[in-house]
């Protein structure tokens, strides 16, 4: 398992192929996937959305990313 201050080799992987391509569906599918699933698409932990505030509820559905990975992936907007 990933931990939340890395970054998934697989989400590397697929936005290498969207600079490289421009192609956005793989990367799409991935996290599409991850969200039907209930996992986080960089740690790839369990995760209940409703328990999180609204705005990372939110976020979890665009992006796929746990909390915990969220504060990882946006520390610079905080």
Do not use: W
């Not at 969200?35 to 796929?64: A, M, W």
């Amino acid at each position: 398992m990933i931990r939340p201050d890395q970054v998934n080799p697989a989400i590397k992987f697929l936005t290498d192929v969207v600079e490289s391509t421009g192609k956005l569906k793989p990367l799409h599918d991935y996290t599409d996937r991850h969200i039907k699933n209930r996992t986080c698409s960089n740690c790839e932990s369990k995760v209940e959305p409703h328990t999180f505030k609204q705005i990372d509820e939110k976020e979890y559905f665009i992006s796929g990313l746990c909390n915990k990975c969220q504060v990882y992936f946006f520390k610079e907007s905080i």
